[in-house]
C-alpha cells in the first residue's frame, strides 16, 4: 500500500488537532485548507504543510481528503472538490453529527472519519484515548482509513451511519447536557459566593468512576435514596433559580422513574 | 495540643474511607462503631480499632467523634452519645446535607467534617484531592478538625451551614445528575447495540475540561450552535424513548437560554 497523502480542509478544533496528531505520528499532510487564509496557515506551518484559502485550486496530489468543516458546510465544500473525484481519491468527513450519505450524488469514493472527542484548540488532544470511528462506501477504501486511524489512535471502530447517529445523539447527552450540569453548579457556587473549585474534585470523581462502572450502579444523591426531606430542601433553595428548579424537578423524577 | 483520639461511629462508604485514610497517614482511631457488628470488625481489623455494635458501651476515651451514619439517623445517634458530652469531647457529623445545628440542644461541642466527594467502599478514595469542609460551633474546637483535616488532605475549607447547603445543592447537579446523564447515554447505547466504551474517553475529557476552564466556555453541541437540524433530529430519533426526549428538549432549552 502506498502512503496516504493527506489533504486537510479546515482549520478548526477538530482539523488542527488531527493535522498536529498526523504530524507528530510522522504522517506527511500536504495542504491545509481554511477559508481564512491566516488560519490556513496558523496551522500548516506547524505541521509542514503548504496553506490555501482557494478550493478550486487546492493541491490534486492528495489521495486522502479530510473535510473538517462545520456540519452544514460539508456538502457545499464536496461540492468544490467535485473536479478532483476521479474515483480513486478518496473524500471523508470527520462529523459525528451527518450521514456519509452526504456525499452521494456528489463524490463516488467517500467515507467518515469521525475522532470523537470534545476538541478545543488551546488543548492538547491525547489521542491514545480518542476512538476514532470509520466508515466508508467501498469496501476497498475501509482498508486506507482504517490503517491511518491505528496510526494516530489505538482505539478504531468501524461505526456505520446508523450507529454513529446514535452514538452521536448519546454524546450529547453524556457531554454537552452534562456539560451544561457542571456550569448550572458554576453558576449557582458563583451568585451565592462559593469556590466553585471545591467541586471540581467531585466532578472528575463521577467521570473517573464511570470509566471502570456501569453508571447505573454509581448513581447516588437524595433522588435514588428517595430522600424527600432533602429534595425539598433543595427544591426550597431553588425558587430563586426557577429554571434550574424545574430541570431539579425533572431529572430528580427521572432518577426514581429508572 | 494533644492527640486527637479519633472514634469513628459508622463503617459506610465515608467511615470506611476516612477511618483507612487516619490509619495510614499514621492517625490512630481508637474504635470503630456499626450497628452491624460484622462490619465495625472488618473495618476496625484494617485499621486496629476495636469494634464496637452498642453506643451505649462506645469508647469514652476519645476526644473527637466522627458520626459518619445516614443523614437521617444523626440526631438519634447524637443523643445516644450524650452521657458522653462533658463540653470537652467533639461531636461532628460528615453529611453534606445535615445543617451542623442537628446537634443543637443535643450536644454541647459540636461541628462538621464533610469530606466533599463521592465514595464507594470498593474504590480508594485519592484524598490527597478531596475538599474537606469543616466547620465548628466554638472557635476553640476549630483548629483540632482544621489540623486533623490538614493531615489527610491539602484542601481544607471553611464551610458554614449556607454554604455547605448551596454546595449539596450545587453537587447534585455536577454529581448525581451527570451520573444519571451518563447513564441515559449508556442506556441507549445498550438498547441500540452501540459499544458505550466509545464515549467514556468523552466523558473523562469533558470532566477534565472543566477542572482548567469556566464550564461556560466549554459548552459545545447542537443546543449552543442553535442547529435546529441536529435538534430535530436527535428528537425524532428519541420518538423511541419519551423520557429521555422531555430531558433533551428541557436540557435544550435551557443551554439555549443562557
Redesign the interface.
Known amino acids: 500500500m502506498k502512503n496516504t497523502k493527506i489533504v486537510l480542509i479546515g482549520a478548526g478544533n477538530v482539523g488542527t488537532q488531527l493535522g498536529r496528531r498526523f504530524h507528530e505520528v510522522g504522517l506527511s499532510v500536504l495542504e491545509v485548507f481554511s477559508q481564512k487564509k491566516k488560519k490556513a496557515k496558523l496551522l500548516a506551518q506547524q505541521i509542514g504543510a503548504s496553506a490555501s484559502n482557494d478550493l478550486s485550486k487546492i493541491s490534486s496530489k492528495g489521495t486522502l481528503y479530510i473535510i473538517a468543516v462545520h ?2 458546510a460539508i456538502a457545499e465544500v464536496a461540492k468544490q472538490l467535485k473536479h478532483l473525484d476521479n474515483g480513486k481519491r478518496l473524500f471523508v468527513h470527520t462529523s459525528g ?1 451527518t450521514p456519509s450519505t452526504v456525499f452521494k450524488g456528489i463524490l463516488k469514493n467517500y467515507g467518515v472519519f469521525y475522532p ?3 476538541f ?1 484548540i488551546s ?1 492538547k488532544a491525547d489521542f491514545s ?3 476514532i ?1 470509520i466508515d466508508t462506501k467501498r469496501k476497498k477504501a475501509f482498508s486506507i482509513v482504517e490503517k491511518l486511524a491505528h496510526q494516530i489512535s489505538p ?1 478504531v ?1 468501524s ?1 456505520n451511519d446508523a ?1 454513529r ?25 458563583e451568585k ?1 459566593r ?19 462502572k ?3 450502579l ?7 435514596r428517595g ?1 424527600e ?2 429534595i425539598k ?2 427544591l426550597n ?2 425558587e430563586n433559580y426557577p ?2 428548579q ?3 424537578k ?2 430528580t423524577q ?2 426514581m ?2
Not at 166 to 186: C, D, K, M, R
Not at 194 to 212: G, H, N, S, Y
Open positions: 456540519d452544514d453529527a470523537l472527542q470534545t478545543s488543548r484515548n480518542i476512538p470511528c482505539k471502530y461505526i450507529q447517529a446514535i452514538l452521536h445523539v448519546a454524546a450529547v447527552f453524556v457531554n454537552n447536557f452534562s456539560n451544561h450540569l457542571f456550569y448550572i453548579g458554576e453558576n449557582i457556587c451565592e462559593v469556590d466553585f473549585d471545591i467541586l471540581k474534585p467531585l466532578i472528575q470523581e463521577t467521570a473517573a468512576k464511570i470509566q471502570a456501569p453508571a447505573h454509581m448513581q447516588t444523591g437524595p433522588a435514588i430522600d426531606a432533602t430542601r433543595h433553595f431553588l429554571a434550574y424545574e430541570l431539579y425533572m431529572l427521572s432518577i422513574e429508572f
